[in-house]
């Protein structure tokens, strides 16, 4: 942080700025002044706050879910206490109902009444050993007492039963008076203080159960609060650390392009803003500097600022520079290819090229080739720039040279391979598609090197001579005639495909830039819409043999125009590139093909699309 003091003095009226900004900035809080100034980075500053604030959400959610764990264990003692209490009930209700049917049964030697007191001897059974069974382990000595006191009764009553049941009804009196009344008034007792006990233990359950839901909902309520305060502080420190000094700078900045070179920030910070405070403060006594020794006509005196415009004037120049290699080379590009529209007797070509960088590489070619034949080039090399367009001017004389003596198309595409294949860079590679036109022997022949499908119109079947072979299905068919790119596979040996040119009524050649273009939602624009395109604008009738080819804006320039307007850009991602050749209504119809001459493997592999 030295650099500061190589600062211009501040004027008076900056240094009262600063005063009073030191005012406003000490009344901020001691956690933004320590976040300043502590010498971190940025980034650990801004998480710093996020982070703790997590972890205290983290500690009081845990006291939030250990609140409602003790909510649901104070609930389970409510619901055991409820149960308790219906359990002490019915053993209170069946101790007095045993005590009755024994008076009933002394009093009444009816069998009706001794058969009650056998009934509910079972019935306080039962009560007794479902209040026994309840948690046993939870209930309190004193109540296990009672209810022992309870069962203390069942046998010497069971002994009265028996008695009565004999016609003994004096010894069941008497041991009634001995000893069974007696047990029974203490049973009574016993299970009316279970009752009244087991009531206070709910009541207790439901006051404590009641007090854990309050804690848990007040420590939520906490919790909430202390979300919905952190967020607005993490957004408050995130701009008082990154907003408010950008702003600062902002500011400046338009008081520079305001001519006010006297500008600075003063950030005040001990991290990356700090360096940009520097940087910025220095880049404005800079450009004063030079400035001042602009107007004094001192632009060669030693200094910094003379050595800052030196560097400037030296950017300046070998960017002006580049930019001329890169005009001079784009304009050699541009003429290695023909020109964009062509004429063969009774056929026009038309080609379109719109490059994604000033150097592309797409490229294509027409040649004049031995025979009265023509070749259509077309080639992608990957990449782009200048290392691409240098190998596509490479490839296009290539295929010229490997294509003045060598008439199949498919040798001459593994010719070219073998050559690329040992002297391209790594990773690099081109796709090609070559066609034939060969008026003579009425052949179009075709080899493919990992092109795209080219789109070939087909006459209707009744259109057609008698060949011998049987027609092709008519209308527009994708041609899938697999290939590896040429360099990337070594000794690779291409296929070489031939139709009876007499069945043919044109073709397009493209690159793949066309089919990839997206549009603003990412989707691709697609081979079904580049032939409904193809369809729409290639007329394919109505032209004379000696029509001149179309102006500006013909079909090929206007396909590539449709993929651009599907993208909805001037320059493209990728290169595009397409030839359109097309057959004239009135040439003469080649004669019918020799069997001997056609290679129809590749017929039953054309990919039929619905015609439009």
């Not at 073709?507 to 580049?530: H, K, M, N, P």
């Given at each position: ?213 309050r804690s848990a909902a007040l420590l939520s309520a906490v919790v909430l609060g202390l979300a ?161 367009a240098l190998i596509a001017a490479w490839t296009q004389g290539m295929i010229a040279l490997a ?160 993929a651009l307007d599907y993208a909805a850009t001037l320059r493209p991602e990728d290169d595009m ?36």
């Open positions: 942080m030295k650099r500061r003091a190589e600062q211009p003095a501040a004027t008076p009226a900056a240094n009262e700025e600063h005063g009073v900004r030191g005012v406003e900035r000490r009344g901020r809080g001691l956690l933004l002044r320590y976040l300043r100034q502590r010498p971190m980075p940025l980034w650990y500053k801004l998480a710093l706050p996020s982070v703790l604030s997590m972890l205290l959400l983290l500690v009081l959610g845990s006291g939030v879910g250990l609140a409602f764990a003790r909510v649901s264990q104070e609930a389970n003692v409510l619901v055991l206490e409820n149960e308790r209490n219906a359990d002490a009930t019915r053993l209170q209700i069946e101790v007095r109902a045993v005590m009755d049917a024994a008076q009933s049964a002394l009093n009444d030697a009816d069998p009706n009444a001794i058969a009650r007191l056998f009934q509910q001897r079972l019935r306080l059974r039962a009560a007794i050993s479902a209040a026994a069974a309840r948690d046993p382990a939870s209930l309190p000595a004193v109540d296990q007492n009672r209810l022992a006191t309870v069962q203390m009764v069942l046998d010497p009553l069971d002994r009265m039963a028996a008695q009565l049941q004999r016609g003994y009804r004096e010894t069941a009196q008497g041991l009634w008076d001995r000893e069974v009344y007696d047990d029974m008034a203490n049973a009574v007792t016993a299970a009316a203080d279970f009752r009244r006990s087991t009531v206070q233990r709910a009541q207790a359950a439901a006051d404590g159960n009641l007090d854990a839901i919905l305060l952190a967020l607005p502080l993490l957004v408050w420190i995130n701009h008082a650390l990154v907003v408010t000094p950008i702003e600062q700078v902002t500011q400046a900045m338009t008081r520079i392009g305001g001519g006010d070179l006297s500008a600075r920030v003063r950030l005040d910070h001990n991290d990356e803003l700090g360096r940009l405070e520097d940087s910025f403060n220095d880049m404005t006594s800079a450009l004063a500097l030079l400035l001042e020794s602009a107007r004094s006509g001192d632009g060669a005196a030693p200094g910094a600022g003379s050595a800052l415009l030196q560097s400037a004037q030296a950017v300046a120049g070998r960017v002006s520079r580049t930019a001329s290699e890169l005009e001079q080379a784009y304009r050699i590009q541009s003429a290695l290819l023909p020109p964009h529209l062509q004429t063969l007797p009774g056929w026009h070509v038309e080609a379109a090229r719109v490059p994604a960088t000033e150097l592309g590489g797409d490229f294509y070619d027409l040649l004049n080739l031995p025979g009265g034949r023509l070749g259509l080039v077309i080639g992608d090399v990957s990449g782009h720039g200048a290392a691409s294509a003045a003596d060598e008439p199949d198309p498919g040798r001459v595409l593994s010719r070219v391979n073998d050559l690329l294949q040992a002297r391209l860079p790594p990773r690099m590679f081109v796709t090609l598609a070559y066609a034939v036109l060969d008026p003579q022997r009425g052949l179009l022949e075709y080899a493919n090197a990992g092109q795209c499908d080219p789109l070939i119109r087909f006459y209707p079947a009744d259109d057609l001579p008698s060949n011998g072979h049987g027609a092709v299905a008519p209308g527009w068919r994708w041609l899938d005639l697999p290939g590896f790119p040429l360099g990337s596979m070594p000794g690779e040996q291409y296929e070489t495909a031939r139709f009876p040119l007499n069945e043919v009524q044109g073709f397009i050649l493209y690159s793949d830039g066309i089919i990839e273009a997206r549009d603003v939602t990412g989707q691709f624009y697609g081979f079904e819409r580049f032939q409904r395109t193809c369809e729409n604008l290639v007329p394919l009738a109505g032209l004379a043999p000696d029509a001149p080819p179309p102006a500006e804006g013909g079909a090929a320039q206007q396909i590539l125009q449709g590139t397409v030839l359109v050749v097309r057959r004239a209504d009135s040439l003469p119809v080649p004669p019918p093909l020799r069997l001997d001459s056609a290679d129809n493997r590749f017929v039953t592999s054309l990919v039929a699309l619905p015609d439009a």
